[in-house]
């Protein structure tokens, strides 16, 4: 579902965010529209295993996409990590997410389950996902089941493997880095080539390959640090569409051609994938898409709005790992291209988390009811404050709470109760808070209409607050759409079977269909003000 603020914590700050993504996808789609009137009829080239030049292309133009082929990973990992795929899926833990692109709801082809940092969230296409949070030392978790701790566990696992992986590529990628300058600037100066290698060549293997500068070592840490993985599944033979790799000729597509959003900056992507045995099949009847098996899952890599590059299709097979290096998923698209068998992955990231934790929303809460205060003689509360800086901050909390947390929370609403039921303590606090902040929002509202409010203090607090009131209408407005519009049964359940005894959030649900939560005597009185204000 689609939020008020930032791409991954939110943010409440009317609507510039929503502008910015609009303007963002609009641009993608031009530039999605050029490149497809540059290609024409005819498909760009791309380079499978099967083509001579293909290593050389990797090497020269994709460098920073590393395989780890699946005999290299220990064989104990990948049985703990297989059975957790197969544990998440015995228990329906694996669910199509509804994204919205450019103003449409679409449900995803793949199922998808995020675990990780407790608190931690993700957000991507305008879905925020809540980690199943994975046992972390000091935690105290309680999970459905002893097995659905057995599956986290081993994802926990697998995520201290790929971060150890990833901290060695970056290692050899930087030592041969160098290794390249320092023979550019050797030949460069005409000097003796292979002397200077082989000098070169001395010099490297005489440094330890575990020492690395402090300041290095930090980089490394924020680079591969995984804080959540995104695990997927798809059975390609269940769907009855799949879309067709638009560019290079390269047939079904699980995962459309995109970066990975929300990360942190020039931070590594770990992937582990698990394809489950081949489906019997002639595979003389289909179709042979140039160099690539259709019935192999791939990824595909494009330099991203390129059409000089040829693209790259790497097979996967089970147990196969790929990571994206450094700056790969800023400068190349990628791609998941669809086999017959049905496929796990596990996308293990560094998520820009700043605003995306409940640490995060719950400081922000903190500050907005600094602004509320109870008479120590009776039960009324009061604004300590009309400061315009004050509320327009409180007002944006406000946004950001609702729709970016407490929304995107309860309309997945009943998924997380499968895994554990770690979430709903601290979102029913979090509601709470909302509630205060409604009757904030109601005191500005109050204080506006007082006839001791001079005309010039009702213009500074109108002109702050109408925006963010009309934001919070409007969101209200376009959820109730999509929810009304959602026709998957489980969305529909998830939204109307609000979890736990008390109904408070199913008022959230009616005060949306009815579009405001602002008295109508006050709104009129607001919609006034702001029109005597226009007129001025």
Not at 248 to 270: I, K, P, Q, Y
Request: some cysteine; charged content about 25%.
């Amino acid at each position: 579902m689609r939020g008020a603020g930032c791409m991954c914590g939110g943010g409440g700050g009317g609507g510039s965010s929503s502008m910015k993504r609009s303007a963002g996808e609009t641009d993608q789609q031009a530039k999605k529209q050029k490149l497809l009137e540059e290609i024409g009829e005819s498909w760009l080239p791309y380079l499978t295993p099967r083509d001579s030049e293909f290593h050389q292309l990797w090497k020269t133009k994709y460098s920073k996409l590393i395989l780890r082929t699946s005999d290299t990973v220990p064989k104990g990992l990948h049985q703990v990590v297989q059975d957790a795929f197969l544990t998440l899926q015995k228990h329906g833990c694996l669910f199509q997410d509804l994204i919205r692109i450019k103003g449409k709801d679409f449900l995803t082809p793949v199922s998808r389950i995020l675990i990780g940092n407790p608190g931690c969230t993700y957000k991507y296409l305008n879905t925020r996902l809540f980690t199943v949070p994975w046992p972390v030392e000091g935690s105290k978790i309680k999970y459905c089941n002893p097995e659905m701790f057995d599956a986290c566990k081993a994802l926990m696992k697998l995520n201290d493997y790929l971060h150890n992986e990833a901290v060695q590529a970056l290692k050899e990628q930087s030592l041969s880095e160098t290794k390249e300058t320092k023979d550019a600037a050797v030949t460069n100066k005409e000097q003796d080539f292979s002397t200077c290698v082989e000098g070169e060549r001395t010099i490297l293997e005489d440094q330890s390959s575990s020492y690395v500068p402090r300041a290095d070592r930090i980089n490394l840490k924020n680079k591969t640090s995984y804080n959540l993985t995104l695990l997927n599944y798809m059975d390609p033979l269940q769907m009855l569409y799949l879309k067709q790799e638009p560019y290079f000729g390269m047939g079904n597509m699980a995962v459309s051609w995109h970066h990975d959003e929300n990360l942190v900056e020039r931070s590594t992507v770990a992937v582990y994938s698990y394809s489950c045995k081949d489906p019997v099949i002639n595979r003389n009847q289909q179709e042979d898409l140039r160099g690539r098996d259709p019935a192999v899952w791939h990824v595909g890599l494009k330099v991203a709005w390129d059409i000089k590059t040829p693209g790259l299709a790497l097979p996967l097979h089970p147990g196969d790992c790929y990571f994206m290096l450094d700056d790969l998923n800023m400068t190349h698209q990628h791609c998941v291209l669809a086999g017959w068998p049905p496929r796990f992955s596990s996308t293990h990231r560094v998520a820009e988390c700043s605003r995306g934790t409940l640490e995060y929303i719950f400081k922000q809460c903190e500050t907005a009811l600094q602004n509320l205060q109870a008479d120590s003689e009776s039960v009324a509360l009061s604004l300590k404050s009309l400061e315009v800086t004050i509320v327009k901050e409180v007002e944006g909390i406000h946004n950001e709470v609702e729709f970016e947390w407490l929304r995107q929370f309860w309309f997945q609403g009943k998924r997380y109760r499968k895994c554990t039921d770690w979430w709903f303590e601290p979102m029913a606090k979090l509601e709470e808070f909302w509630k205060k902040m409604e009757i904030m929002t109601s005191l500005v509202l109050t204080e506006v209409g007082k006839e001791e409010c001079t005309m010039e203090q009702r213009n500074e607090i109108v002109s702050c607050f109408l925006p963010f009131l009309t934001e919070r209408q409007e969101l209200r407005k376009e959820w109730t759409a999509s929810v009304t519009s959602c026709k998957t049964q489980y969305l529909d359940s998830a939204i109307l079977q609000v979890p736990g005894a008390n109904p408070s959030w199913q008022r959230v649900y009616q005060m949306s269909r009815s579009q405001s939560a602002i008295p109508t005597g006050r709104m009129m009185i607001l919609t006034c003000l702001s029109h005597m204000i226009l007129k001025k």
